[in-house]
């Protein structure tokens, strides 16, 4: 099966210009998630949708990053205007709740990774 | 969800068994044990995970002590290709958050 798909695989930008990141999720998925990778620490989760609706966005910085997922399958992450500290990598995951609920696992595609300047 | 605790960093011997602890003493009765690892330039990719039983699979073994404070993740017979950062994250039963640390990043010597 195909896996999570992201583009583009690397940007680079300069501060307080504006960039977007695409995600086409494993087919079926309901469940979509935005991650943010810091250089040196675990990625730490920005936003989680459950179908087109959103779940959990607080840890997403609502004054310069927006997310949608429009028909509840690809979805888009924006960042305007970007700043130096935004420079990371942006990890996208899907998952299938299954009829287990303790057996979610998530999916992850290979992220983009941004450099602000 | 409960703090997990690991080393920063481990060696191991190509052909031998790699035996990565985790810390998580304050985990509680419906928290579940997961583990994922990262190699480089690539999103997490889920290994295995349990509540209190040890748990087998094609890529690990997982024992959790009786007390279900530690646990340690076991790579039978560990290849370059198992060089990586491992996660250990502790989940609430029917929460899919996944709050990752910093992870012990495994290298695997030839």
């Known amino acids: 099966e195909a896996g999570v798909a992201q583009s583009p695989r690397y940007k680079i930008i300069e501060k307080r210009q504006s960039v977007a990141f695409w995600c086409n999720p494993i087919s079926g998925h309901a469940t979509l998630y935005w991650y943010q990778q810091i250089l040196g620490q675990g990625p730490k989760l920005l936003i989680q949708f459950q179908n087109n609706g959103v779940v959990d966005d607080s840890q997403l910085p609502k004054d310069r990053f927006s997310a949608e997922r429009l028909k509840g399958v690809d979805s888009t992450l924006k960042i305007q205007p970007a700043k130096l500290e935004d420079s990371a990598v942006y990890l996208c995951?899907?998952?299938?709740?299954?009829?287990?609920?303790?057996?979610?696992?998530?999916?992850f595609g290979p992220g983009t990774r941004l450099t602000v300047t | 969800d409960a703090k997990t605790t690991q080393p920063t960093s481990m060696d191991c011997a190509e052909g031998r068994a790699a035996n990565l602890p985790c810390n998580h003493s304050?985990?509680?009765?419906?928290?579940?044990v997961y583990w994922y690892r990262q190699i480089h330039s690539q999103g997490p990719q889920y290994i295995i995970h349990g509540l209190k039983n040890n748990e087998t699979n094609e890529m690990a073994s997982l024992i959790i002590t009786e007390d279900r404070k530690s646990s340690t993740l076991i790579l039978p017979h560990a290849t370059l290709r198992d060089t990586a950062v491992y996660y250990c994250?502790?989940?609430?039963?029917?929460?899919?958050?996944?709050?990752f640390g910093t992870g012990t990043r495994l290298t695997i010597i030839p």
């Open positions: 995951a899907s998952s299938l709740i299954r009829g287990d609920p303790n057996s979610y696992e998530q999916y």
């Open positions: 304050t985990i509680s009765g419906n928290e579940y």
């Open positions: 994250i502790v989940r609430v039963f029917g929460n899919e958050k996944l709050t």
